[in-house]
C-alpha cells in the first residue's frame, strides 16, 4: 500500500505565512515584476509544496500544479488550435476555468509537462507523479467550435496529449496519471472516452500509468474500466459511495485509488476513518495494489487543512498496515 | 395586499406602477469606507468610528438613487464584505452562530476568498441586518428593501463540518435566514429580498431542496418577497425555479441578451408573479445606449404587462465605480420613462 495525491495542491498559505504566489502574480500584473521573476517565484512555492507533501509522509506526491490555472487551460493552451475563453464554473464547485476554444485542427507544438516534471523531481526526494489532463473531460469542458463532434475532439485531444505522455517517459517519469472525472457525469459517452485513454495510453511503458475520477461514482462502467490500458484507477468514494458498490461486483484487476478523505470539505478525517476504508477496500482488492489519496485535488481546502488531511491519510495508512504512528 | 389607489405609486406597502424601477443590491465602497475597513480589521480604529463612515456612504447612495429616480431603493451593502460572508464573521457582521471564516480558496486565476465554515450547530444570533435597513429607510420616503442571502446559498458557499448531510444544513440555515425575516417586518420592512445566486449549482439533484428551504424561510410571513438568481445555467431550471414561493424573481437577461425571453414564451411565468428584469450588464464599464434599454423593455412587454415587470441592473453594482453605476441607473431610469409614455402610463 501506498499513499498519494489526486492532483493539485493549495498555491497560498495563510496569515502569518506570505502569500507569495499570489502577491508575486499582482506585482507582474501591475508591471512591477517581469515574467522571469514570476517564473522564479513559481519554481520555489513548487519546491515548498513538494517538501509539504512528503513532510506529510506521502510517498508519492505531485508538484502541486502551482502553475496551473485550472486542469482544462495549463496543457491545451500552448496545443495548435485551442484558444482560451470565457471563464465557466467547474462542475458543482464554486471554482471556475476558463474555456478552451477549439478553433482548428488540435496539434501538439511542444512539451509542457515533461520540463515541469524534471523541475519537481530534481527537488523531490518521493517519486513526482506527473499529472495529465484527461481528453474526454477536455472535450466535455471545451467550446468546440472545429470538430462539432465530441468524440472527435476527445480523439483530437488524445493525440496530442500522446506527445505530452510520450516526452515525459522519456524524461524518465515513472508515474502518469490522467485526470478524466467528467466520464462519471455522462456515462453514455463510456465507448469514445474508452478509445480516447488507448490512443493515450496504450503501449506506453517503463511508467506506470493511471486514470483517476472524481466527485462521483463509476458504477455502470467500473467493469470495461478493467480493460483500460492503464495500471491503476482511482475512484472518489467521498463524494461517491456508489464506487463501494460498484467495487464489489466488479472483479476488480488493477490498482486502486482509494479517494477517502474528501477533498472539499475541511472537516478532518481520523485516521482511524481512514484505516477503517482501507480495511474495507483491502477485503476487495489486496493491499499490496492500494494507493490511498484524497478523493480529488485539494485545492478546494485552505492550504493548512489540505496539509493536515495528508498527515491524517499517512498516518491512517500506517495504522492499517500495523505500523504504530 | 396593496390597496388600490388612483395614483399609481411604489408604497412601502406595494408597487402599482408600470415598470417599477430597483437595484439588485450592492454598490461601489467608497475608497474611505474600502480603508475604515481595513483599519478596522486591523485594530487601529473601533466599531463605532466604521459604523459612521458606513452610514456615510450608505446614505450617499440612498441620495444617488434618489436622485437618479429609482422607486424602490437598496442600502448598498456598504457594511458588507460578501453576502455569504458577512453573515459567517466577516468583521463587523453579527455572524450566525456555529460559522466561522476560514482560510483563503482560490476561486479562478489569482482570486482567492475566505470561506466560511459551518463548525457547529447554527443558532440565530439576534438581528443581522435590521440596524442598517432602519437607518437607510429612515432616511428616504421610497421604500427600501432589506436584503439576505438565502439559506441554500449560504450552506453551498460554505464548508459544512456540522451536518450529517447538506439538506439537514440547508433547512437548519432556513429557520435561521426566517428568524431574520421576521425581525425585518418586525421593524415595518415590506420588500424582503432573497438573495439565491448558488441555486442552479446542482440542477438534477437538489433544487427541490433550495424550493423546500425557500418555503420554510417565507411561508407564512406577511411581506413582499423577491429573489435574486443570476448567471449559471437557468435554463435548466426554469420550469421548476418559476415554483419558488416569492412575489418576484429577478435574472440578468442583459447579460444573455434577453435569451431568457424564449423561456418565458415557450413555458410561460406565472400569473401570480413580477419579474425582475435586469437590462443593464454589469461586468463592463460600458454605458448601455438607452435605445438599446428600451428595445429591450419593448420585447418583454410584448411577453408581460408592465405593472409586473420591475426594472434592474443584471446584477449587484459593488464591481463598478460609483460614476459608472450612476450612469448605468440613469440609463435605465431614462428608458423606462420613455416607456412608460410610450404605452400610455406617464
Same mark, same amino acid.
Given at each position: ?7 493539485? /495542491? ?21 508591471? #512591477? ?52 475563453? *470565457? ?13 478552451? !476554444? $477549439? ?56 493525440? *496530442?496529449?500522446?506527445? @505530452? ?22 456515462? #453514455?459517452?463510456?465507448?469514445?472516452? +474508452? ?12 511508467? #506506470? ?117 | ?25 450592492? /454598490? ?37 438613487? !434618489?436622485?437618479?429616480?429609482?422607486? $424602490? ?38 482570486? /482567492? /476568498? ?8 447554527? @443558532? ?31 450552506? @453551498?458557499?460554505?464548508?459544512? #463540518? ?27 420592512? +415590506? ?24 418555503? *420554510? ?53 406565472? @400569473? ?75
Amino acid at each position: 500500500m501506498q499513499t498519494t495525491v489526486v492532483g493539485n /495542491y493549495p498555491k497560498i498559505p495563510n496569515r502569518p505565512r506570505p502569500a507569495r504566489l499570489r502577491n508575486a502574480i499582482n506585482k507582474r500584473d501591475r508591471g #512591477e515584476l517581469t515574467d522571469a521573476e514570476l517564473a522564479q517565484v513559481k519554481d520555489e512555492v513548487t519546491v515548498e509544496a513538494i517538501a509539504e507533501q512528503i513532510e506529510a509522509g506521502i510517498d508519492v506526491i505531485t508538484d502541486g500544479q502551482l502553475r496551473w490555472d485550472d486542469d482544462q487551460t495549463y496543457v491545451a493552451r500552448n496545443f495548435k488550435g485551442i484558444e482560451i475563453g *470565457a471563464l465557466q464554473r467547474y462542475l458543482d464547485t464554486n471554482t471556475y476555468f476558463r474555456e478552451p !476554444e $477549439v478553433t482548428g485542427a488540435i496539434s501538439f507544438v511542444g512539451p509542457t509537462l515533461a520540463p515541469d516534471w524534471e523541475f519537481a523531481q530534481k527537488n523531490s526526494t518521493k517519486p513526482i507523479k506527473a499529472i495529465v489532463p484527461g481528453p474526454y473531460t477536455l472535450a466535455a469542458l471545451s467550446l468546440d467550435k472545429h470538430y462539432n463532434n465530441r468524440e472527435k475532439l476527445a480523439l483530437a485531444y488524445a493525440g *496530442a496529449l500522446r506527445q @505530452e505522455v510520450d516526452a515525459l517517459v522519456a524524461a524518465g517519469c515513472k508515474h502518469i496519471q490522467v485526470n478524466d472525472p467528467v466520464i462519471v457525469f455522462n456515462k #453514455e459517452d463510456y465507448a469514445f472516452f +474508452h478509445a480516447a485513454i488507448v490512443k493515450l495510453l496504450d503501449g506506453v511503458s517503463g511508467a #506506470e500509468t493511471g486514470v483517476y475520477t472524481w466527485f462521483s461514482d463509476c458504477a455502470g462502467i467500473l467493469p470495461q474500466m478493467q480493460d483500460l490500458p492503464a495500471d491503476v484507477i482511482g475512484l472518489d468514494f467521498a463524494a461517491g459511495p456508489a464506487n463501494w458498490d460498484a467495487l464489489e461486483a466488479v472483479s476488480f484487476t488493477k490498482r486502486l485509488g482509494l479517494g477517502v478523505v474528501d477533498g472539499r470539505n475541511t472537516r478532518l478525517e481520523t485516521a482511524a476513518d481512514v484505516a477503517e476504508a482501507i480495511k474495507r477496500a483491502s477485503a476487495l482488492v489486496p493491499s499490496e495494489r492500494l494507493y490511498v489519496n484524497p478523493s480529488c485535488g485539494l485545492e478546494y481546502v485552505p492550504r493548512e487543512t489540505a496539509s493536515e488531511k495528508l498527515k491524517v491519510l499517512a498516518q491512517g495508512a500506517r495504522q492499517a498496515e500495523g505500523v504504530p504512528a | 395586499m396593496a390597496t388600490q389607489t388612483k395614483t399609481k405609486s411604489a408604497t412601502k406597502s406595494g408597487s402599482s406602477l408600470p415598470l417599477t424601477t430597483t437595484a439588485v443590491g450592492s /454598490y461601489a465602497k467608497p475608497d474611505y469606507l474600502t480603508k475604515a475597513r481595513s483599519e478596522f480589521a486591523q485594530g487601529k480604529i473601533d466599531r463605532a468610528d466604521l459604523d459612521k463612515l458606513e452610514k456615510k456612504a450608505t446614505e450617499y447612495w440612498i441620495r444617488v438613487q !434618489e436622485k437618479v429616480g429609482l422607486d $424602490v431603493l437598496v442600502h448598498g451593502e456598504m457594511e458588507r464584505g460578501d453576502m455569504v460572508a458577512y453573515f459567517s464573521g466577516e468583521e463587523g457582521g453579527n455572524p450566525i452562530k456555529g460559522m466561522k471564516i476560514g482560510g483563503l480558496v482560490r476561486s479562478y486565476g489569482n482570486r /482567492y /476568498y475566505h470561506k466560511p465554515i459551518i463548525f457547529d450547530k447554527l @443558532e440565530y444570533p439576534g438581528p443581522m441586518t435590521v440596524d442598517m435597513w432602519r437607518y437607510a429607510q429612515g432616511l428616504t420616503d421610497r421604500p427600501v428593501k432589506g436584503m439576505l442571502t438565502g439559506a441554500y446559498t449560504m450552506v @453551498e458557499w460554505s464548508f459544512d #463540518e456540522a451536518y450529517p448531510t447538506r439538506r439537514d444544513a440547508v433547512l437548519d440555515m432556513a429557520r435561521i435566514i426566517r428568524r431574520e425575516v421576521e425581525e425585518l417586518v418586525k421593524a415595518g420592512c +415590506h420588500y424582503i429580498q432573497i438573495d439565491e445566486p448558488a441555486i442552479h449549482t446542482r440542477p438534477e439533484a437538489d433544487f427541490q431542496l433550495a424550493i423546500e428551504a425557500m418555503h *420554510a424561510t417565507v411561508d407564512g410571513i406577511n411581506a413582499e418577497f423577491h429573489t435574486h438568481i443570476c448567471y449559471g445555467p437557468v435554463e435548466k431550471v426554469y420550469t421548476e425555479m418559476i415554483k419558488l414561493p416569492v412575489k418576484q424573481i429577478h435574472l440578468a437577461f442583459k447579460n444573455t441578451d434577453f435569451a431568457y425571453l424564449d423561456l418565458i414564451r415557450e413555458f410561460g411565468y406565472p @400569473e401570480d408573479k413580477d419579474l425582475g428584469v435586469g437590462v443593464t450588464d454589469i461586468h463592463t464599464r460600458f454605458i448601455e445606449d438607452v435605445e438599446d434599454v428600451k428595445d429591450g423593455l419593448r420585447r418583454t412587454l410584448k411577453l408581460l404587462p408592465a405593472e409586473r415587470l420591475w426594472i434592474l441592473p443584471d446584477c449587484g453594482l459593488k464591481t463598478r465605480t460609483v460614476e459608472e453605476s450612476e450612469a448605468k441607473l440613469k440609463v435605465m431610469v431614462d428608458a423606462v420613462h420613455a416607456i412608460r409614455k410610450e404605452i400610455g402610463a406617464e
